[in-house]
């Protein structure tokens, strides 16, 4: 099982909206709702952010959301702020219960 | 709320072992499936392991299959890695996860650095 492909980086101008995709197969991010999104800063361990394709955990902003159409998922952030400069992972349940990951998209606010 | 403390990394040599613990608090332990999540230097996440609530199930990653081993002790709310024959490319921060339901990581360790390194 391969990884799952992500952009290297994205970037946009605060209050402007970006979106992340992450591209899979039929046997991993099409074939199943569990995809996730985590936020991870420097230094940082990672955090939860989109669970089950389009959850949101309690207490993240409702400036996240998530999709998928196919065998790509898709990360949207809305009203771009500094605080959300960070790398971003998606992951997805695969086929033999194993947990695949995406490469990371370095998010850059200008 | 949920704490996860790792400990048990260090320098070890290729082809040695190591043992990687999490001592876990604010939660009720058993009730949820537990993961290991590992980082290399400057790279992206790659999942290792995991082992359900009762420990009855296990899942591990292909890259470390036959060499590392996952366990709990759920009355010691703690979690295990054991890493044999470990490669120079097991260098990462080693991070412990818990679940929600599945694979949904709501909560997770500060990390412990492993190098392999001779």
């Known amino acids: 099982q391969s990884a799952l492909t992500q952009p290297a980086s994205v970037s946009g101008s605060p209050g402007q909206s970006i979106t992340i995709s992450c591209t899979g197969t039929?046997?991993?991010?099409?074939?199943?709702?569990?995809v996730y999104w985590y936020q991870q800063h420097p230094g940082k361990a990672p955090k939860l952010i989109i669970y089950?394709?389009?959850n949101r955990p309690s207490g993240v902003s409702n400036r996240f959301s998530g999709s998928k159409s196919g065998n790509t998922a898709s990360l949207s952030i809305s009203g771009l702020q500094a605080e959300d400069e960070a790398d971003y992972y998606c992951?997805?349940?695969?086929?033999?219960?194993?947990?695949?990951f995406g490469g990371g998209t370095k998010l850059t606010v200008l | 709320e949920a704490q996860l403390l790792e400990s048990g990394g260090g320098l070890v040599q290729p082809g040695g072992s190591l043992r990687l613990s999490c001592a876990a608090s604010?939660?009720?332990?058993?009730?949820?499936?537990m993961s290991w999540v590992r980082q290399a230097p400057g790279k992206g996440l790659e999942w290792v392991s995991t082992?359900?609530?009762?420990?009855?199930?296990?899942y591990i990653a292909d890259s470390v299959k036959g060499r590392f081993t996952i366990s709990r002790d759920n009355p010691k709310n703690t979690l295990f890695l054991q890493m044999d024959s470990l490669r120079v490319e097991d260098t990462a921060v080693y991070y412990c996860?818990?679940?929600?339901?599945?694979?949904?990581?709501?909560?997770w360790g500060q990390g412990t650095l492993v190098t392999v390194s001779s």
């Open positions: 089950d394709v389009t």
């Open positions: 996860a818990k679940t929600q339901v599945l694979y949904d990581h709501d909560y």
């Open positions: 039929s046997s991993d991010v099409g074939g199943y709702k569990f």
């Open positions: 992951s997805s349940y695969a086929s033999s219960s194993h947990l695949l």
């Open positions: 604010g939660f009720t332990f058993s009730n949820y499936a």
């Open positions: 082992i359900s609530g009762t420990a009855y199930s296990t």
